[in-house]
Nanobody
Framework: QVQLVESGGGLVQPGGSLRLSCVTSGSTFRFLNMAWYRQAPGKQRDMVATIDISGATNYADSVKGRFTISRDNAKNTVYLQMNSLKPEDTAVYYC?????????WGQGTQVTVSS
């Protein structure tokens, strides 16, 4: 069983920055590939960024050059640094991992980009 808890969302003006955090329970974090997804109202949930156990990263084209995913294995935490935010980045952001046969998701954190 893995529990994920996101934090760091909020309201920010266009061009601003936010850093999301996702804390993972248990002692297996360093063996987990991690990902951030987002879901805007009326749209499907899409991958934003992934980071594997070696630290290799992958990004959706829409966020390349603006978002950075990172991990701190000592803190069981994965981060998403979001810069140059745009109104179209508004969504609920979810942390996700896969452990064994199952996918695990956090509860989500709302990010709203608006003036």
């Amino acid at each position: 069983q893995v529990q994920l808890v996101e934090s760091g969302g909020g309201l920010v003006q266009p061009g601003g920055s936010l850093r999301l955090s996702c804390v993972t329970s248990g002692s297996t974090f360093r063996f987990l590939n991690m990902a951030w997804y987002r879901q805007a109202p009326g749209k499907q949930r899409d991958m934003v960024a992934t980071i594997d156990i070696s630290g290799a990263t992958n990004y959706a084209d829409s966020v390349k050059g603006r978002f950075t995913i990172s991990r701190d294995n000592a803190k069981n935490t994965v981060y998403l640094q979001m810069n140059s935010l745009k109104p179209e980045d508004t969504a609920v952001y979810y942390c996700k991992t896969r452990f064994g046969l199952y996918d695990y998701w956090g509860q989500g954190t709302q990010v709203t980009v608006s003036s």
